[in-house]
């Protein structure tokens, strides 16, 4: 089975504060990417990376950064943390074929509130 | 703009009642159609993949079909443990990039 785990499942960090999100996948998957989940709203993509050290916005990356330096771990990074991404982080990752549309597997989620 | 919509918002049924959850998207050049299983507090889970109209899959209570216009998810005879919120999403363009809808609520009561 596939297994994506995420450093944390609740959080709580000060506005202005640089937070690490990480996640690890154990599938040896290309694809990896992050997500936030707000009500109403659904999942919008942040970042993903296709491959180490590669990495492509999504639609909402204002306030983010990413890293992957290892295949199997993708950290998400908030540089100054602001009320405003108080919200559910997913990680997935899927593998990579020619025809691009692989399952994405995803974590458990981290529960992220700035105050 | 590539837009997936999922309706009802919520929607409420008696253990045994079937309905059907309705997705539309307007994608352009669509090269899936992924729906996922959503539990509180917790990540979404995988149910189907479709990839061309009139394409149809099963599991237990759950089938999901495809036109080219939308998807539906019908669920035959529910029991409580289908509960969750159900997502659906497509894939366009390269990258294996999803684009969401919000989801459906779906509380089934004994």
């Known amino acids: 089975d596939v297994k994506v785990t995420q450093s944390s499942r609740y959080l709580v960090k000060r506005t202005g504060e640089k937070v690490f999100l990480e996640c690890v996948q154990d599938?040896?998957?290309?694809?990896m990417f992050w997500y936030r989940q707000d009500p109403g709203l659904g999942l919008r993509l942040i970042y993903f990376?296709?491959?180490?050290?590669?990495?492509e916005k999504g639609d909402i990356p204002e306030g983010y950064s990413v890293s992957r330096e290892k295949k199997e771990r993708f950290s998400l990074i908030l540089e100054s943390a602001s009320t405003n991404q108080t919200s559910m982080y997913l990680c997935a990752s899927s593998p990579w074929t020619s025809g691009g549309t692989d399952t994405q597997y995803f974590g458990p989620g981290t529960r992220l509130t700035v105050l | 703009e590539d837009q997936v919509t999922q309706s009802p918002e919520a929607l409420r049924l008696q253990e045994g009642e079937s309905s059907s959850l309705n997705c539309s998207y307007t994608?352009?050049?669509?090269?899936?159609l992924f729906w996922y299983r959503q539990d509180p507090g917790k990540g979404p889970e995988f149910l189907f993949t479709l990839y061309s109209a009139g394409e149809e899959k099963e599991k237990e209570r759950l089938k999901a079909t495809l036109t080219k216009k939308e998807s539906f998810l019908h669920i035959t005879a529910p029991k409580p443990e289908d509960s969750a919120t159900y997502l659906c999403a497509a894939v366009s363009g390269g990258y294996n990039k999803l684009i969401f809808g919000a989801g459906t609520r779906l509380a089934v009561h004994p």
């Open positions: 599938m040896d998957h290309e694809n």
């Open positions: 990376s296709y491959d180490v050290k590669m990495k």
């Open positions: 994608v352009s050049g669509l090269r899936g």
